[in-house]
C-alpha cells in the first residue's frame, strides 16, 4: 500500500484476533489470574488514500468494530467464578493522516502525521460495570499520529525490495479519568516483485513487526493500588506490552484491483500485570486504485 504516484484508492480491510491465552511478563500465567477470560474482535475498516501529485497525499480510515468478551461477572448475586459473555459492535476511532512524499521522484520515502479522533464508543457496558475502559471500541482519545517509511531496491535491477515503517501514536486530550498508553509500531520487511502471469502480479511478503505501549493510567484504567499500599503508591497496571512479530503475506494486483493477505505470528511477548493474548492476527485488504 505504499504510494505509487498522483491518483487514489479506495480499499476495504478486515483485521480478527481472538485474545484467550492470559500472559503475564514473558511467559503464559493461570487464567484464574485474570478476571477477562475471551476478547474476539473483527475489524471492518473502509480506507481512502489520495495524492494530488507527488509530494502530497492524505489518508483517511473509518473503522467498524463487533467484539465478543468474556469475563467475571460483577453481578452480586451471581455465583462464585461465573463468566458473564457480552458482545456489541459500533464505529471505532477514525485515523486521518498528511503525507509527505517529496524527497525523492520514485516516492521511496515519506513522512505521515495526522490524528486519531475519539469517535469509536467507549461508554458501552453492562448493568454491573463488567467491560473496563481498555476493553472498549475506542479509546476516548485524541492521539497525535506520526510515522515514517523508506522502501528501496537491493540492488539498481533487483526484483527483491526492503522497506521499513514506523508510527507513534501519542495520546494528546483524554477524558473521563483514562488516558490509554503511548505506543510505537514499527516494521521492516522484503517483498519479490518477478511474479506474474499475463497481467497479474503476484508479491510474497515477509516481514518483522516490532509493537510497544507504555502502561495506561488514570482512575479508570485497569489495575491500580492494592489496599495495603501506602498512600500515593502505585499500583500495577494490567496494561503496557513489548511483541514482536513474524508475518509472511501475499499480494495479488490485477489493475486497478489488488488484494493482499497476511497472518502475524507473536515470536516474542512481554506485558506489564496480567492480560490476554491472541496466538495470531489475520489481515485481508481488497484495493480499488484510480
Known amino acids: 500500500m ?13 483485521d480478527y484476533q481472538n485474545q484467550y ?8 500465567s493461570p487464567s484464574v489470574n485474570n478476571g477477562d477470560k475471551d476478547i474476539a474482535t473483527l ?5 481512502f488514500q489520495y495524492f494530488f501529485n507527488s ?30 459473555s457480552l458482545g456489541w459492535n459500533d464505529i471505532g476511532d477514525i485515523r486521518v493522516k498528511g503525507i509527505y512524499t517529496g524527497f525523492s521522484e520514485d516516492l521511496s520515502t515519506g513522512l505521515e502525521f495526522g490524528l486519531k479522533l475519539p469517535t469509536g464508543n467507549y461508554t458501552y457496558n453492562d448493568a454491573f460495570g463488567d467491560v473496563d475502559r481498555d476493553s472498549e471500541l475506542g479509546t476516548g482519545s485524541t492521539d497525535l499520529l506520526l510515522g515514517a517509511y523508506h522502501r528501496q531496491h537491493f540492488t539498481q535491477h533487483s526484483k527483491f525490495d526492503w522497506f521499513a515503517q514506523a508510527e507513534v501514536d501519542i495520546p494528546l486530550l483524554t477524558r473521563d479519568g483514562y488516558r490509554p498508553g503511548p505506543e510505537a509500531d514499527e516494521a521492516v520487511g522484503v517483498y519479490y516483485t518477478g511474479w506474474s502471469f499475463g497481467k497479474l502480479k503476484i508479491a510474497p511478503v515477509a516481514q518483522a513487526i516490532f509493537s510497544e505501549r507504555g502502561s495506561d493510567s488514570g482512575d479508570n484504567a485497569a489495575g491500580g493500588v492494592n489496599d495495603d499500599d501506602p498512600p500515593g503508591a502505585q499500583g500495577v497496571k494490567d496494561s503496557g506490552f513489548e511483541r514482536i512479530f513474524l508475518s509472511p503475506g501475499i499480494e495479488f494486483d490485477l489493475h486497478p484491483f489488488s488484494l493482499y493477505a497476511d497472518v502475524e505470528l507473536p515470536v516474542f511477548e512481554h506485558v506489564t500485570g496480567n492480560q490476554l493474548v491472541a496466538p495470531a492476527l489475520f489481515k485481508v485488504v481488497f484495493s480499488y486504485h484510480f
Open 43 to 47: 475489524w471492518a475498516t473502509s480506507g
Open 21 to 28: 491465552k492470559n500472559w503475564s511478563g514473558n511467559s503464559r
Open 2 to 14: 505504499f504510494p505509487q504516484g498522483p491518483g487514489g484508492m479506495a480499499y476495504l480491510e478486515f
Open 55 to 84: 509530494s502530497w497525499g492524505m489518508q483517511l480510515e473509518v473503522p467498524y468494530e463487533a467484539r465478543s468478551f468474556k469475563t467475571l461477572s460483577g453481578d452480586p448475586n451471581a455465583t462464585p467464578g461465573a463468566v458473564t
